[in-house]
Nanobody, 123 residues
Framework: QVRLVESGGGLVQAGGSLRLSCVAS????????MSWFRQAPGKEREFVAT???????FYADSVKGRFTISRGDARKTVYLQMNSLKPEDTAVYYC?????????????????WGQGTQVTVSS
């Protein structure tokens, strides 16, 4: 059974930092791109960042320069280091995996999802 499990969310003041983690299990993810999405209340789920298995990364404009995505050992772990957090970053953050080799920024392009972790940034 494939599982993606996120952790690391919480409450932080504006300007602070959080590091999210996602651990994947149940199959090999070495050839998969792993990404982070987020969904704020009343809004659609939006793409945040992706990391391809070869090491390349891509970010949404809204987080570029503030967030860093990275992969762990055996490509089964993905992290999201979030710095200079803003209240508008408040959302449930989801980890996702896809076997597409081109940029996948739409939810339907992903095969596997985690359950999400809440990030709340207070002003």
């Amino acid at each position: 059974q494939v599982r993606l499990v996120e952790s690391g969310g919480g409450l932080v003041q504006a300007g602070g930092s959080l590091r999210l983690s996602c651990v994947a299990s149940g199959r090999t993810f070495s050839g998969y791109a792993m990404s982070w999405f987020r969904q704020a209340p009343g809004k659609e789920r939006e793409f945040v960042a992706t990391s391809w298995s070869g090491g390349s990364t891509f970010y949404a404009d809204s987080v570029k320069g503030r967030f860093t995505i990275s992969r762990g050992d055996a490509r089964k772990t993905v992290y999201l280091q979030m710095n200079s957090l803003k209240p508008e970053d408040t959302a449930v953050y989801y980890c996702a995996a896809t076997d597409r080799h081109t940029l996948a920024s739409r939810s339907y392009e992903y095969d596997y999802w985690g359950q999400g972790t809440q990030v709340t940034v207070s002003s």
